[in-house]
T-cell receptor, first 112, second 112 residues
Framework: KQEVTQIPAALSVPEGENLVLNCSFT??????LQWFRQDPGKGLTSLLL?????REQTSGRLNASLDKSSGRSTLYIAASQPGDSATYLC???????????FGPGTRLSVLP | NAGVTQTPKFRILKIGQSMTLQCTQD?????MYWYRQDPGMGLKLIYY???????DKGEVPNGYNVSRSTTEDFPLRLELAAPSQTSVYFC???????????FGPGTRLTVL
């Protein structure tokens, strides 16, 4: 059974810092991995999607990497801003299924 | 496009009551999903559908039922509500596997 974990559970940084969020999964047989942002009381917004054949994806100040063989992904946020404060979740799409498996999320606070 | 819409936004139920959570998408997506999110946790899959007339159980289906008579709508039915069903419920859709998920804003349900 695929399991997804995220470390740390919560992170607080001063504005302007670069930071890394981690996601681990137990089964490397995946189609893709996605990173989502969730603001308090809101739904999830997709940030980046990495196909299993890719090593990384970039969007603006965000860069996500994928090491399928070791079961790890990282989300790098450059020059963090208070507006980046949210919960970040990763999810994998297993090869065998039609559904997605989510991690518990990392709650990020960027202090002005 | 409105994307994925969910109603109601909030609801309080008494133990033993029933209700239907509505989910509609206007993107003509084939796949639709229902998740629940408990505080500090990731999303757990309740039910999903790969097309009209086809539904299947996810990780936590007990106490819930679904139907999919049209491409657009995927209602979630709670029978005999229990306090353990207090949660935030999210509906999501995608066009085809594997692809980016689009989420609704969620329904916050409290069972007292």
């Amino acid at each position: 059974k695929q399991e997804v974990t995220q470390i740390p559970a919560a992170l607080s940084v001063p504005e302007g810092e670069n930071l890394v969020l981690n996601c681990s999964f137990t089964d490397s047989a995946i189609y893709n991995l996605q990173w989502f942002r969730q603001d308090p009381g809101k739904g999830l917004t997709s940030l980046l999607l990495i196909q299993s054949s890719q090593r990384e994806q970039t969007s603006g100040r965000l860069n996500a990497s994928l090491d399928k063989s070791s079961g790890r992904s990282t989300l790098y946020i450059a020059a963090s801003q208070p507006g980046d404060s949210a919960t970040y979740l990763c999810a994998v799409t297993p090869n065998y299924g039609q559904n997605f498996v989510f991690g518990p999320g990392t709650r990020l606070s960027v202090l002005p | 496009n409105a994307g994925v819409t969910q109603t109601p936004k909030f609801r309080i139920l008494k133990i033993g009551q029933s209700m239907t959570l509505q989910c509609t998408q206007d993107m003509n997506h084939n796949y639709m999903y229902w998740y629940r999110q408990d505080p500090g946790m990731g999303l757990k899959l309740i039910y999903y559908s790969v097309g009209a007339g086809i539904t299947d159980k996810g990780e936590v289906p007990n106490g819930y039922n679904v139907s999919r008579s049209t491409t657009e709508d995927f209602p979630l039915r709670l029978e005999l509500a229990a306090p353990s069903q207090t949660s935030v419920y999210f509906c999501a859709s995608i066009d085809s596997m594997p692809d980016t998920q689009y989420f609704g804003p969620g329904t916050r349900l409290t069972v007292l």
